[in-house]
């Protein structure tokens, strides 16, 4: 698929736990019943900041209903979070973009009667596989209040780190303004291809591992780019890229170009038709990246996603509204004056 604008959140697939144990599906209007009997109970609603006790049915049918609706229209992604063995709701999950910028806000809750389990960190993960996969986000953040323990553990345990304290309300307990600890997870520090997320005190500088890829600005006659979004399975899935990939031992840049841009994109390029224009260095945790990237104006053949990947025609001008891994995003300026 080639899309002429950013368009991330008018396709994306449903989010399955790490273990296999859970299932993440959007919430249904026969949800309502479960979700009233996890959720109206003191030991989860005094965690919640929005939520009341006793917590009335006629609300959960309009939360319920809500978080549909809110699905429809991309602007929040709560998840009914679905014991695979039972089929019993559990909890609930989700994700809310702010309307500006590059963050969404997390907010989780998982049953009483199934704390204990490790329920609620394959919940979160799953939904930060997802997220990072799905939506242009590079971060997520959480607040937790100081006394909710077993969560502050839960997003410890998961690479959150700790930016800031503050207060806040819980209608829950009203007349109180309770102590809350403000956590943040990035991209960056999201190891997707092992399914676990690293904590970035365990990040260090790659020594004698050093990756070795070829990349192409492909323009067209309208001066635009293409970019590919890296599919899901993929470490930093959902970002978008210079179509490239690997060189491999003994293998000349442009000869890894013309091969990849074949079996990527099914175009046929030639050595002659690239223009060596400039080049990334960046260390990522498990190794340095040091990628040339060239120019190419000609080929033959139309460029197709051949491995499920959406591809995307983009102006100069408007690369910095696609989210790109961080040895990609320092060319955009050259790209642009050059352009």
């Known amino acids: 698929m080639i899309m002429s604008e950013p368009n991330f959140s008018s396709h994306y697939s449903t989010p399955s736990a790490s273990a296999g144990r859970l299932i993440l599906r959007p919430f249904v209007k026969a949800d309502s019943a479960a979700f009233h009997h996890q959720i109206n109970d003191w030991e989860i609603c005094r965690r919640l900041p929005e939520a009341p006790f006793p917590y009335p049915s006629a609300l959960a049918d309009d939360w319920v209903a809500s978080a549909i609706e809110d699905h429809s229209e991309r602007t929040a992604f709560e998840f009914a979070v679905i014991e695979r ?48 996969t799905e939506l242009p986000i590079s971060t997520v953040t959480a607040n937790v209040a100081a006394d909710n323990v077993a969560s502050i553990a839960v997003l410890r345990r998961l690479g959150f780190i700790e930016t800031g304290m503050g207060h806040a309300k819980f209608i829950g307990r009203p007349g109180e303004r309770l102590v809350v600890q403000h956590f943040s997870f990035s991209r960056e520090n999201h190891d997707r291809e092992s399914r676990k997320v690293v904590a970035p005190a365990a990040i260090q500088e790659p020594e004698g591992n050093m990756l070795l890829v070829a990349a192409c600005a492909l323009v067209d006659r309208d001066g635009r780019i293409l970019l590919a979004r890296r599919p899901a399975g993929k470490k930093l899935a959902g970002l978008w890229e210079f179509p490239g990939g690997k060189v491999m031992p003994g293998e000349l840049p442009e000869s890894a170009l013309v091969r990849e841009l074949d079996e990527e994109l099914g175009i046929c390029v030639t050595k002659s038709d690239l223009a060596p224009f400039v080049f990334a260095s960046h260390s990522y945790s498990d190794f340095h990246l040091l990628m040339p990237l060239f120019f190419c104006r000609r080929w033959s053949g139309t460029p197709v996603g051949r491995e499920g990947q959406a591809l995307a025609w983009v102006a100069p001008e408007r690369l910095d509204e696609y989210p790109m891994p961080p040895a990609d995003r320092p060319l955009i300026p050259m790209l642009r004056d050059f352009l």
């Open 85 to 132: 063995a039972t089929s019993a709701l559990v909890g609930s999950a989700g994700l809310r973009p702010a309307r500006r910028g590059s963050t969404a806000s997390l907010g989780y809750w998982i049953g009483r009667a199934f704390w204990g389990q490790g329920y609620a960190r394959e919940a979160v993960a799953a939904l930060i596989d997802w997220g990072f």
